[in-house]
């Protein structure tokens, strides 16, 4: 291969790895503020955003989603068991059906 072919054919090809920052956010409600939304927003690239049946209220999640706008951050619902007083972590007996309906009733909620 003479000087002059050398690297006519050869291509550098770059790969862009993305990750995805996630955080729970907007899990204060009523008189309880939680968490430091404002800070972290702008670190995040999605925002899980609590549905009110474990923490956050409907108040709350409209201000995280206009957060989340103003900082072009993806937002998803976070859905939990209707258990403000524990935050979602006690022992909740419910059939399939029931946590169905807890999820869609929540996804509704942010949507």
Partial sequence: MGAQERGKNYTTVFTVM???????MGESFGAYKLGQDALLMPAI????VACGFHAGDPG???????L?????VSIGAHPGFPDLVG????DIR???????DFVVYQIGALA
């Avoid at 709350?60 to 206009?66: A, I, P, S």
């Avoid at 935050?87 to 006690?90: A, E, H, L, S, T």
């Fill in 18 to 24: 993305r990750v995805d920052l996630n955080a729970d």
């Fill in 45 to 48: 690239t999605s925002a899980s």
């Fill in 60 to 66: 709350v999640m409209r201000e995280t989603v206009v």
């Fill in 68 to 72: 989340a706008r103003q900082h072009h």
């Fill in 87 to 90: 935050f979602g972590r006690r």
């Fill in 94 to 100: 419910a059939t399939p059906r029931e946590v169905e």
